[in-house]
């Protein structure tokens, strides 16, 4: 005996519906999922996707009361979905009601703060309304969401309205770096002359993405800046250095602060710090872990008066080098723990104009640090030079603590012009940085 035959329910066919109408839209059948969605909200008035869909279309052909309607019905239904706020505001935007679109579009990314193209959109409303430094802001903002921007920025394949807004966000955030850099540059340029800071432009052109960077080892890949025009080498001499000699006979006055800081057990802390979910797989295993642990007198060019006052034959002894001042930036000076059996996998460091000095404290056995393609091991007391721009690693095998003290010096084939230049660049980026990046509340 047969079961008997129920039409279908009301709910499937809504179902079955969408689903197909999704599927054409997928595949570029516009017209035919649109006649699907529209026969679909016969049955189904409130249905968020079709009226978000239809409304997109009707956007698309300019009829902006159809479209504006469509997304208040669905607000109606969902009043918390960021995209249809996203898509309010575009409606707002070409009607020409700006401060009703960013309004909508600062709705969608209260909803979500990640949504790039909300983050872009509201970059044209207010750059439209006459607001470019906040526009810049929120295009770098947007920018920075998409994977791998600097190389979607001259390839983009998504559709032409997002490329279109996409570039633009990237041709005015380059626009906004470089003016900076020029800024910063021109007294330079004035008092050396352009041929001086050659180098230097070419650097910034390849940092806001103008250029590409010519490399001269495939194992260099500077993370920050590239300096062109210096001889590229991943170790340097102890030789090379007439000051070497001076801080290798501090090793013993070094090596006791280093002892007070180890037994007084306070002030060292995770090398690799990052917010908890956000670490890379590349420091997973380092990442806020003491398995590579610091104790800095210098980060980043900020001095910690504390850990100075608790080290100063270490502060006399390294600040008698040449070292890079760049506020905000370098140097670094630190006492460097690698626990027995760690590893520090292969990275890269900020720049080639500048160099990583290790002085060696405490060496056990079987341990080594590779740059580039040449590997060797630490001496207590004698200095090992290195570009960190090229790939590097370190290995602790043994079964004690390895600590050196690093510190940095400026490149010794960077010319004072140009160190000069260098710094006037990073200052213009941080300023870039402390207006759009991380902008004050």
Request: hydrophobic share 40%; proline share 7%; with cysteine.
């Amino acid at each position: 005996m047969s079961p008997p035959n129920h039409p279908p329910d009301a709910a499937w066919q809504v179902n079955v519906l969408a689903d197909s109408a999704r599927k054409l839209a997928d595949q570029g059948e516009l017209v035919e999922a649109e006649r699907i969605y529209r026969t679909l909200l016969q049955s189904a008035p409130y249905h968020v996707r079709a009226l978000n869909f239809l409304a997109v279309r009707a956007l698309e052909r300019d009829e902006l009361d159809e479209s504006l309607r469509l997304l208040e019905q669905a607000l109606r239904a969902d009043p918390r979905r960021p995209i249809l706020y996203q898509n309010l505001g575009l409606v707002h935007k070409a009607r020409g009601e700006l401060e009703l679109a960013l309004a909508a579009l600062d709705r969608a990314i209260a909803l979500r703060p990640d949504l790039r193209t909300a983050l872009l959109h509201k970059g044209s409303v207010l750059e439209a309304l006459g607001r470019t430094e906040e526009a810049i802001t929120f295009y770098w903002q947007g920018w920075q969401q998409f994977p791998n921007a600097e190389t979607l920025a001259n390839d983009f394949t998504g559709p032409k309205s997002l490329r279109h807004l996409f570039t633009h966000a990237a041709e005015m955030i380059r626009s906004a770096q470089m003016g900076l850099i020029t800024d910063a540059l021109t007294p330079l340029r004035e008092r050396q002359g352009s041929e001086f800071l050659g180098h230097v432009e070419a650097c910034a052109e390849t940092y806001v993405g103008l250029k590409q960077a010519a490399y001269a080892d495939p194992l260099q890949r500077p993370s920050f800046l590239h300096l062109p025009g210096i001889p590229s080498r991943p170790f340097f001499e102890r030789k090379e250095f007439p000051w070497i000699a001076e801080l290798e006979v501090a090793t013993a006055a070094i090596r006791t602060e280093l002892s007070q800081v180890l037994s007084a057990g306070d002030g060292l802390t995770p090398y690799v710090q990052v917010e908890k979910g956000t670490d890379p797989q590349q420091w997973r295993e380092l990442a806020n872990s003491l398995k590579w642990s610091s104790f800095h007198l210098y980060k980043g060019g900020t001095r910690s008066d504390g850990n100075c006052a608790r080290c100063p034959a270490t502060l006399e002894s390294v600040t008698k080098l040449p070292l890079p001042w760049i506020p905000g930036h370098a140097p670094e000076v630190l006492f460097s723990i690698l626990r027995p059996g760690t590893h520090i996998p292969p990275h890269h460091g900020l720049g080639n104009y500048k160099l990583v000095v290790h002085l060696p404290l405490i060496v056990p056995d079987n341990c080594t640090l590779r740059v580039g393609n040449d590997t060797r091991g630490w001496r207590e007391g004698e200095c090992l030079i290195f570009d960190d721009s090229f790939q590097h690693e370190a290995w602790n095998r043994s079964d004690s603590v390895r600590a050196v003290l690093i510190t940095e010096i400026w490149n010794p084939f960077v010319p004072d012009n140009e160190r000069q230049g260098i710094v006037a660049l990073v200052d213009a980026i941080s300023t870039f940085r402390q207006r759009h990046v991380n902008p004050a509340n």
